[in-house]
């Protein structure tokens, strides 16, 4: 009889694959190691398209086969900085010798710009220190040196929460309104972006570290601390805040862009240096967070925006950006509260095959349709799957991949989409889709890459690990 039931059972698999795939000799689906295979490969081909058309720049414009620098010509080296680890993550050596070759020959800071504080940091300074600690070659270190020491002067505002501007060469701060189009949102003179103040502990932590030098991570200590005891008694943070007069300067609350990586320092810098006073502001924004600005409804549990004061709902909206919050979720141990999180996202991915900017999840309606290659929602799926086991987010990250390529593949590399109604494109590939993008889907795949719970990913996916 138990020999019959097995017998059945096992022509029941047969037939189901057979419906499910209406024939009987489909293919297998691809085995994860030929998965992380693929996504080395498309890493190879976006790399030769910056190669050939953008050697030495900033980042890659693929459509025009062109360059684009973010200070005029004057190029940060902002993708091959942020690229290089994900080269050495990758086993890409070749690619990772001539990328660090280009970067120790010409990459300088002696320049009279007036960089983004914020971006500078997470991408470069990160990159520097990350690929460091894989090489162990000084003279990275010493390039992160010095770039960190041309940008300390940010800090040296009345309050100690630095300035957005800071040029490398002169010191001199600035705020915001020098450039909005490059903010690309009207914020207020010297009004700051919360997460520019908050997110700097990790970087100038780590470098403080690495050179004995504490000066590198008293101020943006100080900065965190700063900004957390201007919370309101709701728990909340606002979006922008004068750096002169401490000030706030937009009451709205939320986890997306302008103060994401905010929450996300908080709980990292208690990983990383094991520091408690960061561990309680965590503890205690998350609470904030949970109780203002989720939102547990029939559509699923979303996190939209409300005033930072009063605690009352502004905005339904959620998008690209805050898609980073379940892996923050899931890194505290609320594996619950991730698991939700990160189904809704893949809701909002799966409505038009690829996620727009912003949502709006009570309409069910895309507020800003753009798709800038992010990583946030890849980023969430890793962490879940790290923690879980479950296969679900394995089938998530092959998703995620399979549109990548359908939609944002070009000749030359890949492109961010104007729209993810229509999948036009626009004529960029920024560098945190090498530095963040693929290095989470190439985890995915390839765990045993990296020691997830050796390291610290710092906001644009760069390794940091305790060495000292
Ligand atoms: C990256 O530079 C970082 O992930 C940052 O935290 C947010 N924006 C981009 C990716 O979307």
Not at 305 to 312: A, I, K, L, T, W
Not at 347 to 370: C, H, K
Request: net charge neutral.
């Amino acid at each position: 009889m138990r020999n019959t039931i097995c017998g059945l059972l096992v022509l029941v698999v047969i037939l189901g694959a057979v419906g499910a795939t209406g024939r009987a000799s489909a293919p297998r689906p691809p085995h994860r190691a030929a998965l992380a295979l693929r996504v080395r490969e498309e890493f190879v081909h976006a790399w030769k398209g910056y190669e050939r058309y953008a050697w030495g720049h900033d980042e890659l414009r693929p459509l025009t086969q062109t360059a684009r620098d973010w200070y005029g010509e004057q190029s940060l080296l902002m993708t091959p900085v942020d690229a290089l680890d994900t080269m050495l993550l990758m086993g890409l050596t070749a690619e990772a010798e001539k990328a660090k070759a280009l970067i120790l020959e010409r990459l300088s800071f002696d320049k009279d710009i007036s960089v983004k504080n914020f971006e500078i940091t997470i991408r470069v300074l990160g990159g520097l220190l990350s690929s460091y600690q894989l090489t162990h070659d000084r003279r990275l270190l010493d390039l992160a040196e010095d770039l960190g020491t041309r940008l300390l002067p940010a800090f040296d505002s009345p309050t100690g929460m630095p300035y957005m501007y800071v040029n490398l060469k002169t010191g001199q701060t600035s705020g915001a309104k020098s450039n909005p189009a490059e903010i690309g949102t009207l914020i207020l003179e010297f009004g700051t972006l919360a997460r520019e103040i908050g997110t700097l502990i990790l970087e100038f932590g780590t470098l403080a570290r690495l050179t004995n030098k504490e000066v590198f991570s008293e101020k943006p200590k100080r900065a965190l601390g700063e900004l957390t005891r201007r919370r309101a008694k709701t728990g909340l943070v606002g979006e922008e805040i004068d750096v002169e007069t401490g000030k706030w300067t937009s009451r709205t609350s939320h986890i997306g862009g302008g103060i994401d990586s905010y929450y996300e320092y908080l709980l990292k810098c208690e990983k990383l240096f094991g520091d408690k006073e960061c561990g309680a502001w965590w503890r205690e924004s998350a609470r904030a967070v949970n109780k203002y600005l989720a939102d547990d409804g029939p559509n699923g549990l979303w996190y939209g925006e409300s005033d930072m004061v009063s605690g009352r709902r502004t905005s339904t909206t959620y998008g690209a950006l805050h898609a980073f919050f379940p892996a923050v979720l899931a890194l505290s141990g609320d594996l619950g509260r991730a698991r939700r999180l990160q189904d809704s996202g893949f809701q909002m991915w799966t409505a038009n095959g690829i996620e727009p900017e912003v949502f709006d999840y009570r309409l069910r309606r895309i507020v800003s349709p753009g798709y800038q290659l992010r990583p946030e929602i890849i980023e969430s799926a890793y962490y879940l799957l790290h923690y879980t086991k479950d296969p679900r987010y394995l089938a998530m990250g092959r998703r995620f991949f399979e549109d990548l390529v359908r939609h944002c593949r070009t000749e030359d590399g890949y492109a961010t989409l104007k729209s993810v109604v229509t999948h036009e494109k626009k004529d960029l590939m920024p560098s945190y889709f090498l530095a963040e993008t693929l290095k989470y889907l190439y985890l995915i795949f390839s765990p045993d890459a990296i020691d997830f719970d050796g390291v610290v990913f710092n906001t644009e996916a760069h390794p940091l690990r305790r060495t000292w």
